[in-house]
């Protein structure tokens, strides 16, 4: 069944990590682009505990927003365009990839 109609029974309360995910599942980042997006901002928080120059990191920060500019569930989408980098990795490590965009919605 599509996702836009469950109905109305139990839905899971608004901002719960359930409703989260129920929303993120909506939409498309591979694994690839979130392990990578996450490696990035790890590695541009450690550059900046370390002082070190982060410039090779936000343009590839950048690089991969772009290319699920489109896909992307729209918090991340938002996060990344307000460069909230810490809420954004946040996002990533709470699980937002859909590995299979023609995976069936269900538990089969």
């Known amino acids: 069944m599509h996702p836009d ?19 993120l ?6 694994t690839e682009q979130a392990t990578s997006l996450k490696a990035t901002l790890e590695s541009m928080f450690d550059g900046i505990a370390k002082k070190q120059n982060i410039m090779e990191d936000l343009e590839r920060i950048e ?5 699920i500019a489109s896909t992307a ?3 991340l989408r938002h996060y990344l365009h307000r460069r909230s980098y810490t809420k954004a990795l946040d996002l990533l490590k709470e699980g937002i990839v859909v590995e299979d965009p023609d995976r069936p919605d269900c538990d089969h």
């Open 5 to 23: 109609f469950r109905g109305t029974h139990a839905q899971p309360a608004a901002g719960s990590k359930l409703a989260i995910a129920d929303m």
């Open 25 to 30: 599942r909506r939409y498309l980042v591979t």
């Open 63 to 67: 690089t991969l927003s772009q290319e």
């Open 73 to 75: 569930p729209p918090m």
